[in-house]
Nanobody
Framework: QVQLVESGGGSVQAGGSLRLSCAVS????????MAWFRQAPGKEREGVAA???????SYADSVKGRFTISKDNAKNTLDLQMNSVKPEDTAMYYC????????????????????WGKGTLVTISS
């Protein structure tokens, strides 16, 4: 049974940095891509960054140049380095996994992902 567990959320001031991590367990087979999503109160879930097995990445315009997604295949983990954070980055952050292949940008679409973690809360104060 695939399990995704996020960690690293918390509160930080605008302009600061935060690093999120997602541990994957229960599965070590082939997969297509992993991604980080976020959902702020009253808003739809948004795909902020995705990465495929080869390391190709895709970012939402709102985080490009500030966030970096990375993976460690040996440790089965997915990270999101968040720099120069803004109050509008405040949200619950979720990691997600898709097994069958799609183009990497598609992995930032909510309906494309098959497995989800329960989320970690990020709060950015001004």
């Amino acid at each position: 049974q695939v399990q995704l567990v996020e960690s690293g959320g918390g509160s930080v001031q605008a302009g600061g940095s935060l690093r999120l991590s997602c541990a994957v367990s229960g599965y070590r087979g082939s997969w297509s891509c992993m991604a980080w999503f976020r959902q702020a109160p009253g808003k739809e879930r948004e795909g902020v960054a995705a990465i495929d097995r080869a390391g190709s990445t895709s970012y939402a315009d709102s985080v490009k140049g500030r966030f970096t997604i990375s993976k460690d295949n040996a440790k089965n983990t997915l990270d999101l380095q968040m720099n120069s954070v803004k109050p509008e980055d405040t949200a619950m952050y979720y990691c997600a996994l898709r097994l069958s292949w799609v183009p990497t940008p598609t992995c930032r679409s909510y309906n494309a992902m098959g497995y989800w973690g329960k989320g970690t809360l990020v709060t950015i104060s001004s």
